[in-house]
């Protein structure tokens, strides 16, 4: 009998034992796989793509569901970084014009292979003479494109250009299948190679994805689908997520954002990427001279915007919009501007208007935060003596005034395209009225610099450039910088693998969906 119980306490010891040493080593390797594969999704966008033809820009709603169907040669990685996508590698001559392509074996979601055949397609699509594609202006630095090989292609550009990767890295610069396009038309469903592939699309509620089995990385996606619903309205949006019927949201608005970080099993994941700014129509007068647009910089106190239209969430710009370690940023051109209301009416004066003047400020009452800033802008510009009428059409009327020229002087959230200094092409180049150039404004100097900046391949070199060109722009100030807004997407706290990407990228942080699993 005492020989039986030694026994079975030895047994037990030996039980013990093993699971003191191993059993919890198992479990812990169990907890860091389970939940990482399987499940769908849920994801309230703030709005509907409007197409899914993916050469055209159309939000950050847009951008999110085509990153999720789509990917590029290069792409933006999760630390903001470019990365090889399609491509595995490519190299470039010594002359800065050829650019050499070798892609990867990946598959589009019909099962054929990408070739360069595609890529040549894509390209050559995006940049012919009717295109309508967002990016045309940049990528037509390309002088032509040629297939070596099936995984093999060469683009010779016009003249060197250091952004040119970057354009690449667009979502408005996926590939996409020339036998699908060709046969299905440019607004077919859309089929690409990346993480997940189309379903359904219910207009006016959802549009499904799911796994593609295929997708060049073995290891993810690791969700089963994704269903994106469309929800217009802030408030619904925001009720959906703490309902638990959603569990990620875009756009969070800043009235929610307090409460919502309060509210147990939701998390935010905030960033200061896009920033609000007024823009000048140079034609009307007295917005033609640069003391009047200066004595605006001066007389409005940013902390006002932030507060009335942002809830206090935020930072202040009293300079260049350049996130800290993009190219041509200094801390001069940071703060080159300070709150000073005597400054302003000196500079008011010196330009002839000591009593100020009349002008009427285009925003819109589609959306809160542009009508509030336009409202804070108001009342700070009455201190210095000028009138302000508010003009707040729909958000569609908004646009099409803006590129007529038909305003004073506007409100205007936006960011960057990439994180090269080239970003400043877009707002600052003359000539033709472009949706983000001020209407009408050119200037020699800012326009050969841009040029001299994308052609030269010297990093140390272009920071010379680009600080001269803010400088310049400061001078000038075509545009006044009012805050930094901050962007957040909320979500339940079982999401995991999302993120939110730093400074001008936060629009594209739909990249990381392919990370995302559920705990």
């Known amino acids: ?58 939000g950050t709603h847009g951008r999110t569901v085509k990153l999720a169907i789509y990917r590029g040669l290069l792409n933006y990685n999760q630390d903001g970084k470019l990365e090889n996508e399609l491509a595995e590698d490519y190299s470039v001559s010594d002359d800065n014009l050829t650019y050499t392509f070798n892609l990867r074996d990946a ?20 940049i012919k003479p009717d295109s309508k594609a967002t990016f045309k202006t940049e990528l037509s630095i390309i002088q032509s494109i040629e297939v070596k ?29 020339k036998k699908w396009v060709e046969e299905k038309g440019e607004n077919a469903d859309p089929m690409g190679a990346g993480p997940f592939k189309f379903v359904s699309w219910t207009k006016g509620q959802d549009l499904v994805v799911e796994k593609f089995e295929d997708y060049y990385k073995p290891e993810n996606p690791k969700l089963d689908s994704i269903k994106f619903v469309f929800y217009p309205d802030e408030n619904t949006r925001v009720n959906a997520l703490r309902a638990g019927d959603v569990d990620l949201i875009e756009t969070v608005p800043w009235k929610d954002a307090d409460q919502l970080e309060k509210t147990p099993n939701i998390k935010l994941d905030s960033v200061n990427g896009p920033f609000m700014k007024l823009q000048f129509n140079t034609k009307f007068e007295p917005f033609n001279d640069p003391r009047v647009r200066q004595a605006i910089a001066y007389a409005i106190d940013r902390k006002s ?55 009427r400020l285009l925003a819109t009452s589609q959306f809160t935060f542009h009508q509030q800033t336009a409202v804070a802008v108001q009342a700070e510009l009455k201190k210095i003596g000028i009138e302000v009428e508010l003009d707040l059409p729909d958000w569609a009327t908004r646009i099409n005034k803006n590129t007529e020229g038909d305003y004073d002087f506007l409100v205007a959230g936006t960011a960057g395209d990439i994180t090269d200094a080239d970003w400043l092409s877009n707002f600052y180049t003359g000539g033709e009225i472009r949706l983000n150039n001020s209407a009408y404004f050119s200037d020699d100097v800012i326009n050969q610099l841009l040029v001299d900046g994308r052609k030269e391949m010297d990093p140390s070199k272009r920071e010379e450039i680009y600080q ?14 009012l805050t930094w807004r901050e962007q957040s997407y909320g979500m339940n706290s079982k999401v995991e693998g999302f993120k939110n990407l730093e400074g001008f990228l936060s629009f594209q942080s739909g990249i990381t969906l392919e990370h995302v699993y559920l705990k």
């Open 1 to 58: 009998m005492l020989k039986r119980f030694s026994l079975i306490l030895s047994m037990l010891l030996v039980l013990v034992f093993i699971t003191a040493c191993g059993g919890n080593s198992e479990e812990a390797t169990n907890s860091k796989t389970e939940g990482k594969k399987g499940g769908t999704l849920t994801f309230g966008l703030a709005g509907e793509p409007a197409t899914m033809d993916p050469l055209i820009q159309n």
């Open 107 to 126: 598959k589009f979601q019909n099962g054929d292979p990408v070739t360069a055949e595609d890529v040549k397609y894509t390209f050559e699509r995006i």
């Open 149 to 177: 090989d099936e995984k093999t292609i060469l683009f010779t550009l016009k003249e060197p250009s250091a952004p040119f990767v970057h354009y690449l890295a667009l979502p408005e610069s996926v590939i996409v299948s």
């Open 305 to 359: 915007i932030i507060n009335t239209a942002f809830s206090g969430r935020g930072e202040e710009i009293y300079g260049m919009a350049i996130p800290e370690g993009y190219m041509g940023y200094t801390d001069d051109v940071n703060n080159y501007f300070k709150h000073d209301i005597e400054k302003a009416k000196e500079l008011l004066a010196e330009a002839g208007y000591p009593d100020g003047f009349k002008a």
């Open 468 to 481: 001269k060109l803010t400088e310049r722009a400061m001078e000038l100030s075509p545009f006044v910088y």
